[in-house]
């Protein structure tokens, strides 16, 4: 379960959305699992929920509240392995309806009350990886791709929906940079770099410590930069930072 869409530019909780669902690898072709094709797929069901009332009060949540609609649906990602001397394929969409009637926040623009919605979203990428030597200390990511995420506009009068239409629905490129630091095979510390529709997004993660060998408590914060070479859009916020606590839990080596 996650309130952070991938295929969006938003922080946990902004996006005002609970994602939750099954994550399951499939393998192709048996036998060596070094050569076989796996593929990890999560297919996860999207609800509206709205957080907007609940991220000012937070102290570790510094962002404005949110101004775009994320529409309920299904969201499915596709993660597969190297096949035939090809790059690492990454495929994630999400699909649904957009409810203009029932927006969960609005703006006045021109005097006129206003809603933005999305409801379909899809990125597709290939990963390249790399490490800094023989003992993979340092582990390197980097995905090259594209991705598109339609905007509606829908204007209202007393409440009452007047007319939606599709106001932004541009192809994007996308570059992610990951960085793992993984001493004795084990992950201490993370970083990663994401550019997509002119928005720098960071995230860096250190391990604080280990239970039992197998639970990790981990503190990490994510933050999103306003755009680069464009202003704002009008259901974008400026720029915001997330901290978060993470406990992993582990199974049994």
Not at 22 to 39: E, K, M, P, W, Y
């Amino acid at each position: 379960a996650t309130t952070e869409p991938n295929t969006l530019n938003v922080l946990p909780w902004e996006s005002m959305t609970l994602d939750a669902g099954l994550r399951s690898l499939l393998t192709i072709g048996g036998g060596d699992l070094r050569n076989a094709f796996i593929v990890d797929a999560k297919i996860m069901a999207r609800m509206s929920v709205n957080t907007s009332s609940i991220i000012e009060p937070v102290p570790f949540a510094l962002m404005d509240p949110p101004k775009l609609n994320v529409g309920s649906g299904v969201a499915m990602e596709l993660h597969g392995s190297r096949f035939v001397g090809f790059p690492f394929l990454n495929i994630s969409f999400a699909t649904g309806d957009p409810d203009f009637t029932d927006p969960i926040v609005t703006q006045t623009i021109n005097e006129r009350d206003v809603a933005f919605f999305t409801a379909q979203q899809w990125e597709t990428s290939v990963s390249y990886y790399w490490a800094s030597a023989n003992d993979r200390l340092v582990r390197f990511r980097m995905d090259l791709g594209v991705g598109q995420t339609p905007v509606y506009k829908a204007f209202y009068t007393s409440g009452e929906l007047d007319s939606a239409y599709l106001d932004y629905n541009d192809l994007q490129p996308l570059l992610a940079l990951y960085f793992n630091f993984a001493p004795s095979n084990e992950d201490y510390m993370g970083a990663s770099m994401r550019f997509f529709d002119g928005r720098p997004t960071f995230d860096v993660w250190l391990k604080l410590f280990t239970l039992m060998n197998d639970y990790d408590f981990r503190f990490a914060v994510k933050t999103i930069m306003s755009p680069f070479f464009r202003p704002l859009r009008p259901w974008e916020n400026s720029s915001g930072v997330f901290f978060q606590l993470r406990f992993r839990w582990g199974f049994e080596k």
